[in-house]
Each structure stands twice: as structure tokens, then as C-alpha cells.
């Protein structure tokens, strides 16, 4: 499923996910794109019928509310003329079916899930209401409840909104794996190349992949050479060298070089695919958890029928009428659904909603939001997530006393500033930040695999790889070689080694108080990154984690979080790229990285806007805060049960005390205002600042 919105609408949108989801990825990608649409289109729908559902409902229950006895004696005032009960009767009945019809639907859905929860409370009430006031309208004697039957719809209808309008919307994250893969390749049939639809390809067919262009299909490159960037499949941050007989992945973008590739899988066999796959089985077993206000109105809804069918049993076993009987029954059932319980989660989903928001942090999934309180242990990506995720310069030297530092930025900006290779950006940032000023570059050619050449300025200029320098057996010096977290390019000039650049994919400054924060609050924190162990040791190292794993693939992140799952712990895990998905979706809070891939954000319960791995500390103890006001709601919205329950059901009769309905509205009232009341208080509960 896509991650909740609230249970009712899970119901709801049972249909559309039935087709959506259950069958694995799409083939057709137009049918994907429109399917995807449908869900935003049918989320805006929902909550455009709650609020023309609650309005409606609300102009029918003014007249309903003038019209009742209990109203009229309470403020004093009497209108009684000879059809008044039966148009009273008549508005009930369309306040009943219209406003609520998603309860009774909603009822129906729990009950054949055999997981009664919020809307089987809500439907057992305004059922008891409604057919006990319609038996009085007809002939029994007793009170009618149509007054209160009405005000629960509309308090339910307004709170259903609230939420649905506070939770973000559904998630589109398969459409977007789907949309990583390219629709067309190029199809070598006897050295003609012709473009044809990826799904037509079969196995062993050969593929032409141009420079820069996306990988179509799983394969083996069987000519050719070229560096692939796989950082959005392996969370690899520098770009691969590949040669003949070497693995390709479906999705992945090709370098400066040419490359032929056999196929070797296609469609639901493809990488990516299966991928897409561990992302739905993932998503569709978490929707199964039930939220909080779901298995706290499932007691309510034991409590209400215990306590209706009791009482109605014991004032017949004590002799009573069964009319008298009947009445102290719907009275017991009505109070039992407290008005308040319809508000109290709404109330604090909406503000903690709008309150994370404006902290850079955004929930999509209110479920995981309520359980991030009990979060034990952090895994993150490393590549975007506790690192910026873009390679920058860490040093540049001059090897040449005829140029300076500078100047070796300057030559190599001439080259690679027309490569969109992630190397390549890294320079021309620091030669905007230096404000430098580049040469034309001429008679451009790709060294394939091994670096770029050109004329500048009547100089042979080259920026290659150390594997190229090693091959024209020029020695490179100890200074160039330093950090293992770096990547290193040579700029030579005219044959000669003139100077060095070293990259590295630097760790966010904010990551290593993050990192202390939680620790304190007492998480354990991990990284997991599929970059090589020689990187994922230095950076674990340096920001004290408690572990990492390296050189790991998407189903293998999975796997990490599926393992800590099993030995006890309540894990979050923290990423930004496709690789990460599979583990978001599994993990119990998944949270995504603002700056990272759609497809993260679009699968994670929970995204960092400002991309400050700080702000996940924010998210559990502000989620603790959270918590607390919707048990404190609960307690109110319930605690009056606690005295109307047992004077409704008739307990001290004998002593002349019967509740009256009157003293019931007054209760509900207070009780629904104090909710409205603490719920605000959760603005006050201060965010960690940056």
C-alpha cells in the first residue's frame, strides 16, 4: 500500500491499490504515469467529500438540533407543531446515511478485516442512536437521540477532514522507479542499429549505449569501455570504470565512452525491477499496522456493546420493563462514543503536522510519526545523507614551479567544463568559487576510461586518471596520495605532470552533532553504504558510529534492517537514493532525505526538508511530545465515560439518580473543549535549533 493516510481512507482506496500495487512494476509506462494521477486525483476527491459531506450535514443539523426536546428544555424555549417529530425523524435519516455513510462503510471494511477499530465505534453509536430515536418517533416510549446522532457525524466528518488534510498524500514511489528506466534502446541486428522498445528486447541480443546516455537493460559488456555512474542503484559515490565481460545494471548512466552490452535481464527479471518489487511487498505488509486511535476505539467498542448488552440484561433479569431496559441500553451505548475521541487525534496530527513542517521536518506517514518515540536504533546511508553526496575539492597542487596552484584549476576547468561526470561539476565549482577564469579548450577527445585531453593555449593538456600516469610509467608523487576517502585526478601538460587535484565526498558539517545527539538520547546509529570499505571505515570512524556496513546493494540494506528487526530493535533508517527504497520502506520509520532522490522521498514515512540529519533527534523527542498529548486527549475524551457510563447504565436508580441526557451533552462538551485546548499546547514543545 501506499503509506497511510488514515485507516478510513486506506479503506477507501482498497480498490485502486488492488490494481495498483499487488501486480509488481508496470510495463506500460503511459498506464503507470495516468494510474498515478488517479491517486492524487482520488486523495484530493476524499477529502473534498468529507467537507461537502461535513457541511451538508452541519445546515440539516441546526434544524435538528432546534426541533429536539432535549435542546428546547435545556434553553427553554418550545416549538411543538404536528409533524415536527416526523421532519426531525427525516433529517436524521438523511444526516445518517449522508454524513455517515464512510462509517458504515468503514465498518463493514474493519469487520471483514476482523480489525474492529475507530469506524465500528462510530457506526455502533449512530446505529443505536438512530434506530432507538426512529422506534420512539414510531410509537416507543423513551428519549430520542437524533440530536446526538447528528453532532457525533459532524464532529467525526470535521475531524476525518482535519487529518486527511495534515497527512501528505499518497505515495507515487513505484511510478517513479518505473520512470528510472529508459523506454527505448539501441538494437545491433547485423550492424544495423536500430532503436526499439526496451520490452521487446530478449536475451542475449546486443545493446548500443552511447556516451552519457541511461543503461536499458541488466547486461555484459561485450566491447567498449567507459566509467558508469551507479550511485543511484549501488549508493557508490564515484563512478565506475567497466570494461568487456563486465556486469551492467538497467538504470544506471553511462560515461565518456561507448559501450556494447548483451542482454541479460529484462522486464520483471531487470534489477530495478526487483527492486520495485521489495518496495511494494514492503509497503503493503506495513500498512497492515493499525493506528493508535484505531486500537483504542476497538476497547471502546468492547466496552460500549459489554456495557450496553449488560445493562439491557440486568434491568430485564431485575424485572424492569423492556422499554425502560432498552432506554438505559442506547443511553449507555451513545455516551460510551465520546464526541471528544473524534477530535482528540485529528487535533494533534494536524498541529504536530504544521509544527514539524515549519521544522524542516515533513510527515507523510502518521503511524510511523507515532511509533518514532520508540525508535532504538538509526541506519543511515552514507553517500547524501551524512555526507553532502557531491564530490568537492579537498586540495589542488601545483607538481611545477612554471605554474601555480591556480593555474592547474584553471587548465583543468578548460577541459571539464563541458563533462557532466559528478568529477567534473566538483572543479567547476571551485573555479566559480575562486572566480577563475578558464581558456578554450580545442581538439577536444575522451582517453575512454582513463580521462579527457584537449589544446589550451597551444598546450597538450590531459586530466586522467593515476591508472593513466602508472601506464606512461610517470611516478607519482607521495604528496598526491593521502586520504583514502579521496579520488584523485593528474593534469598533465606537454607529456610532463604538473599538478594534482583530489576530491572526496565530504561528511556534512551537521553530521557529526547529529550523531552525538543521538547517541545521547541513548540510539544506537549504523551507516550502511554501498561505497567500498576502505571510504565507510574512515567516515564511520570519524564520526564514532556504533557500525557500518559496507559495499552493500539495495536487498542487502534490507536484509541489515530486517536482521536488526528480528533482534529486538526499533529501527529508522535515514536515505536519499533508489538504492535506499527498499530499506525505507521496511524499516519502521523511513526517513528521506530532502535533498536526495524522489524515489526516497516518495517511499519514506517521514522527509528531512533541510537535508540536517540534526533534525532526526528533533523527530523522536518531538514525537515522544506528540505522543503524550494523544494519550492525554484520550484520557479526556474518555475520562467522562468514567462517571456517564455507570449513571447512564442506571447504577444508583434505587437512590433516584439517573443521568440525564442533559448533564451527558454538558460532559461531552467540556470534555471536547479541553481536548481542543491541549492539543494547542503542543505548539509550545520546543525543536531542537539549528
Partial sequence: MKKHETHEMHEMHKMHEADDHSHGPRKNQQHNEHNSHDHSGHHAMMIKDFRKRFWISLIATIPILVLSPLIQSLLGYSITFYYSSYILFALSVFVYFYGGWPFLTGFVDELKKKQPGMMTLIAVAI????????ATTFGLEGKKFFWELATLIDIMLIGHWIEMKSVMG???????LVEMMPSEAHLIKDEDVRDVKVGELKKDEVVLVRPGEKI???GIIIEGESSVNESMVTGESKPVKKGADEKVIGGTINGNGSLKVQVQQVGDEAYLSKVINMVSEAQSKKSKTQHLADRIAFWLTIVALTMGFGTLST???IGKPFVFALERMASVMVITCPHALGL????VVAISTSVSARNGLLIRNRT???NSRKISLLAFDKTGTLTKGNFGITRFRSLNNNYNDKEILRFAGALETKSEHPLAIGIMDKIKQEDIEIPKAENFNAITGKGIEADVENKKVKVVSPGYVKEQNIEIPEEANQNEQETVVFVIIDNELVGFIAMADEIRPESYEAVKILKSIGLKVYMMTGDNEKVAKSVSD?????GYYAGVLPDQKLDRIKEFQQAGEFVAMTGDGINDAPALATADVGIAVGSGTDVAAETADIILVNSNPKDIASLVIFGKETYKKMIQNFV???SYNLIAIPLAAGVLYSKGVLINPALGAVLMSLSTVIVAINAQLLKRKMIIKH
Avoid: M
Avoid at 542 to 546: F, M, R
Fill in 368 to 370: 510511523a510519526f507515532e
Fill in 216 to 218: 536499458p537493460v541488466d
Fill in 170 to 176: 499518497a505515495s507515487r514511489s513505484l511510478q517513479k
Fill in 344 to 347: 482528540a487525534v485529528p487535533l
Fill in 315 to 317: 434491568w430485564l433479569i
Fill in 636 to 638: 479526556w475524551a474518555t
Fill in 127 to 134: 446505529t443505536v442512536a438512530f434506530g432507538y430515536s426512529s
Fill in 542 to 546: 570519524e564520526l564514532n558510529l556504533d
